[in-house]
């Protein structure tokens, strides 16, 4: 039997599965490597040769499909059929509690179990509400299967057959305020009991006392009623693909009752906070561009509250999440950058 399949192990324990039976296979296995700096993109390259070397020269090192269905069946401890084929790669998450096979231009299947269970379940439930869309596209999501008893999930997603585009404009701001808006309620939470809360979280991070945040806070009228929906939480770059219509991925983190403009400053702020100059980042937060855009997303979802209050909520939330996540680095850019915004906007 042919061996296409070589596993490379990363650092942060992931398991990447490439197939290296031709070219093409070679550079779809690598789209699950995410490069986004230079310097990761011409690693990326130097990888796609690597593996397209190890498929022509060196076959004897990689693994048939019948070793890698052992493999996966290791991992996740059920016994069921992953498909692959000559024209299939892997992803094993770093908790080694999910697996995606990608089955080259034809369907993505997704498995969850043990801790990542929870959070693919709530995956299925964000598919299974967004249908009838106008401004942007998922992927058609069947073939579910839960097993509540035994933490375990999978389902399957097709890509529209679309035309996909290198560089399309979007415009964001009615594509998110749409995916906002299919919450489908009407929940609202007062401002001021929001930033109550955030800014006590805030405070357990640090025994330095800010005092230029609470007089930010304290200057403005927070007692407004503001509309809370469907919120994706990790809406970057790389969780969308660009089609005729945006294609969105990638629901795990997706809340019912999230504040707004969130998955706007996600997009464009969380990419570049660890790569630029806090200053660069936020000169481009606050251009009149930018601005036009926080304006024009609220007003999609009826939001009167000013944008200023959000961005400066979501800089706090931020601290807050990379800090829990350990990723101190990031959380001390965001810190930065809250701080500077601050002294500005006195």
């Keep these: ?37 230079i310097k990761s993109k011409v690693q990326k390259y130097v990888l796609i040769i690597f593996l ?8 004897k090192i990689c693994k048939s499909k019948n070793e890698i269905q052992q493999y996966l069946n290791t991992i996740s401890k059920v016994n069921i059929d992953f498909n692959i084929d000559k024209e299939s790669s892997v992803l094993v998450s770093p908790t080694r509690d999910k697996i995606i096979v990608n089955h080259h231009n034809r369907y993505f299947h997704k498995i969850a179990f043990g801790e990542s269970f929870k ?8 598919y299974s509400l967004l249908k009838n869309l106008k401004s942007f596209n998922v992927s058609n999501f069947y073939d579910l299967k839960i097993e509540d008893k ?7 997603l097709q ?10 404009e979007f415009k964001l701001t009615t594509i998110l305020a749409e995916f906002f808006n299919k919450s489908g309620h009407n929940k609202t939470i ?13 405070k357990k991070l640090t025994t330095k006392k800010n005092n230029s945040i609470e007089s930010y806070f304290g200057n403005k009228n ?3 009623q503001v509309p809370l929906g469907l919120v994706h939480r990790d809406f970057k770059p790389w969780n969308t693909l660009s089609q005729e219509k945006l294609l969105i991925f990638d629901f795990e983190e997706a809340v019912f009752d999230g504040i707004p403009m969130e998955d706007l400053l996600n997009f464009y702020i969380d990419p570049i906070i660890r790569y630029l100059p806090v200053i660069e980042v936020y000169s481009f937060m606050f251009s009149k561009e930018q601005t036009s855009k926080y304006q024009n997303y609220l007003t999609n979802i009826n939001c009167a509250l000013d944008y200023e209050l959000l961005i400066f909520s979501y800089l706090i939330e931020r601290v807050f999440f990379w800090s829990k996540e350990n990723d101190l680095d990031t959380a001390l850019a965001y810190e930065q950058l809250l701080n500077l915004s601050i002294t500005n906007k006195k």
């Design 1 to 37: 039997m042919t061996n296409y399949f070589y596993i490379m192990n990363s650092n942060n324990g992931a398991s990447y599965i490439f197939n290296t039976s031709s070219w093409s296979a070679v550079k779809i296995s690598v789209k699950f490597y995410r490069a986004l700096t």
């Design 190 to 202: 007062n401002f001021n009991d929001y930033i109550k809360e955030l800014l006590e979280n805030y």
């Design 52 to 59: 397209f070397l190890i498929g022509k020269f060196y076959r």
């Design 222 to 224: 927070l007692n407004s």
């Design 159 to 168: 890509n529209p057959i679309t035309v996909v585009v290198s560089k399309n």
């Design 150 to 156: 035994s933490n375990y999930c999978s389902f399957k």
């Design 119 to 126: 959070k693919v379940k709530n995956e299925t439930y964000i």
